[in-house]
């Protein structure tokens, strides 16, 4: 080699180690990976004048990715853009396939460009020599190629060019793998692949700045699975898990590109929904998601169980301007709408906040109540539809509060739900009701509601037990009565507490019936001791036909399967005698007694040496006279 050729050689390994130097210094500095290969581009072009630069990136999936070619426009590299990688796929696709350098000296006639020769031969584009570019561990992710604009192959120099970039381009590729990997980790939900709060963090201010430019609005939905607690707590954590993964993958469905979706903790989701111009867009965003939602879920061993979604509603730009202000206004129409007692979807609105402010508050206070004695038991007598006789009392739960007095049981027993009370509560009123059974005539019965949150609870069978033994009461005096909305995950837990207690002696009545989501399956579902009609039933009877054959349904439903039916809420002799005339066996209701504290009914529990000589059916038609308007509420 002679000395001019030596020293072109030299200079040319300067200048790769300059490059090179140059781009590991990017690299090191966070530069963006398609960045850094417009550079390396750029620079290999210095180099390789009559070359044209182009670095691919190959996902996980084995897809092409188009990172930089700076002298190719834009829709060229568009096309081939999430093509996956195979033999015939041009000099790149192939190279990365094949994991050895493609040499095509003839786009037009090589069968492998056959696909895409038409858009390089427009731009001029006559060869292309493509070569893999590998991981430290021999993977191939991309491709380094140069196209000629002769047919042609390349030289020695341009190979010595290649061979250096191929080395830099994997160590580049390699470092954005990895602090993607790290990225990823960080702005992750692990367990359902959406995105966390550190995402939503980053994406807002972008979907944000978006919408402002175009004058649209952004929605915020807080989505919120209903009853999630007590499935995961009775199911296991295992398809608790899989119930989320469920849920996230049918609002991923339902999610456009341009929406950001963030599992926020538990079973808490927002979604981020951007290009919708009108509220109505929003609104249809939020019917649709609470269907996909509410359909039935697969889970472990062929359990199928019914989600149920409420969500809350703030919007961009008249609820606020940032992601907090719109996050906590979300929330603040999230617990109106789980304050309904109903899955629905709310907007957002100033007055809530008032609400939200009170709801706190009183949830504060009745985790308290017990402890300061602000909770009392009434008693409300049940009795037999044909007699008259006093058969037994359903204890009630009042609450006095100190500042604002009667509190109805409708408002603080949810509240009681919500911050955890619930369960010490239910002991109170369980423990109170016996104690005074305890004192009656053996032949008078006590029944006794229970929560969701009770019955779900592992240990509420032994509390029962427990309270029995404590108190000596006959456990065939006890009935422990529940709504259907115990069934709605089917869970077997809470079907494991029930036949513990009826194993124990204890009677079950399924409360409300008819209001639920499948009375008929839930009559399957467990051998009910007793069936109660919903008062709005009885309270319509006599003058709605079809509150009447609702009732006539329920009864005979219950003659057929053998079991006593006791209608609530019977406030009027024509009540009565319908009731009667279709053979309702027992009756509750202002009719009969309201409910009052059980010094009240003295006569009825007191032993039987100091009861008054009144029967049961007297005092019952005195009671009837006291009636005041409306029912009680249970």
């Given amino acids: 080699m002679s000395s001019r050729k030596r020293s072109e050689s030299r200079k040319v390994d300067e200048r ?18 398609p960045s850094v290969m417009a550079l390396l581009c750029k620079r290999a072009e210095t180099l390789a004048k009559d070359a044209v630069c182009s670095i691919i990136r190959v996902d996980a999936a084995g897809c092409l990715r188009p990172l930089a070619g700076p002298s190719l426009p834009q829709e060229y590299t568009d ?21 050895e350098p493609v040499e095509v000296t003839n786009v037009k006639t090589d069968p492998r460009w056959r696909d895409y020769k038409d858009a390089a031969l427009a731009l001029g584009l006559k060869a292309c020599w493509s070569s893999p570019i590998k991981s430290h561990d021999g993977r191939v992710v991309g491709t380094f190629a140069f196209y000629f604009k002769t047919a042609r192959r390349a030289s020695k120099l341009e190979k010595r060019i290649v061979e250096s970039c191929t080395h830099v381009c994997s ?64 199911q296991g954590h295992k398809n608790g898990d899989l119930l989320l993964r469920s849920v996230a993958d049918r609002i991923r469905k ?53 989600a149920v979604a409420s969500i809350g509603i703030a ?10 202000s719109l996050l906590g206004h979300a929330d603040t129409a999230l617990r109106r709408v789980k304050a309904s007692g109903r899955a629905d979807y709310a907007f957002y609105t100033a007055h809530m906040d008032a609400e939200k402010l009170a709801q706190r508050a009183l949830e504060r206070d009745v985790s308290t109540a017990a402890m300061t004695g602000q909770l009392s038991v009434v008693y409300q007598p049940q009795a037999d539809a044909a007699t008259g006789a006093i ?56 029944a006794v509601n229970a929560s969701s949150a009770q019955i779900i609870c592992p240990s509420f069978a032994k509390l029962v037990e427990d309270a029995l033994a404590a108190t000596g009461v006959d456990p065939r005096r ?65 003058t709605n036909g079809d509150a009447a054959a609702i009732v006539t349904s329920i009864l005979g439903l219950g003659r057929a399967l053998g079991r006593p039916v006791v209608a609530e809420g019977v406030e009027t002799e024509e009540q009565l005698e319908q009731l009667r005339s279709q053979g309702c066996s027992h009756v509750q209701g202002y009719l009969i007694g309201k409910p009052l504290p059980i010094e009240s009914y003295a006569d009825l529990v007191a032993p039987k040496t100091k009861r008054r000589a009144a029967s049961a059916t007297k005092r019952a038609g005195a009671l009837k006279g006291s009636a005041a308007a409306g029912p009680a509420v249970a």
């Fill in 391 to 446: 058969q037994g009392f359903e204890a009630l739960l009042r609450w006095q509060h100190p500042i604002h007095g009667f509190v109805s049981p409708m408002i603080f027993i949810p509240a009681a739900e919500a911050c955890g009370a619930i369960e010490d509560i239910g002991a109170f009123v369980l423990r109170e009701a016996l104690a005074q059974a305890a004192k009656w005539p053996r032949h008078l019965r006590v």
């Fill in 171 to 234: 160590l580049a590729i390699e470092h954005w793998e990895a602090h993607d990997h790290i990225r990823k980790l960080a702005f992750t939900d692990p367990l359902t692949g959406l995105g966390n709060r550190a995402y939503l963090a980053e994406a807002f201010p972008e979907i944000l700045a978006r919408a402002k430019e175009r004058q649209e609005p952004v929605a915020v939905l807080f989505v919120d699975i209903d009853g999630f607690r007590m499935l995961n707590e009775a």
């Fill in 16 to 33: 790769l180690r300059d490059l090179q130097q140059d781009v590991l210094v990017a690299v090191a500095s966070g530069a963006p990976l």
């Fill in 478 to 542: 006890l009935e422990i009565e529940v709504t259907e909305s115990l069934f709605i995950y089917e869970t077997d837990a809470a079907l494991a507490t029930l036949r513990r207690l009826k194993e124990i002696g204890v009677s079950v009545a399924i409360d409300d019936f008819g209001t639920g989501y499948s009375s008929l399956s839930t009559l399957r579902s467990f051998p009910f001791d007793r069936i109660k009609i919903d008062r709005s039933f009885v309270f319509d009877m006599v």
């Fill in 254 to 306: 339902l999610a456009k590109s341009q929406d950001a979706i963030a599992r926020l903790g538990s079973d808490e989701f927002l979604i981020v929904c951007a290009g919708r111009k009108h509220r109505a867009e929003i609104e249809a965003v939020a019917i649709e998601l609470s269907a996909a939602l509410a359909g039935r879920h697969a889970l472990e061993s062929g359990l199928e169980v019914k």
């Fill in 315 to 324: 919007c961009y730009p008249e609820n606020g301007d940032d992601l907090q």
């Fill in 79 to 99: 096309k081939i853009d999430g093509v996956a990688i195979g033999p015939m796929i041009g000099s790149c696709g192939s190279a990365a396939f094949l994991g």
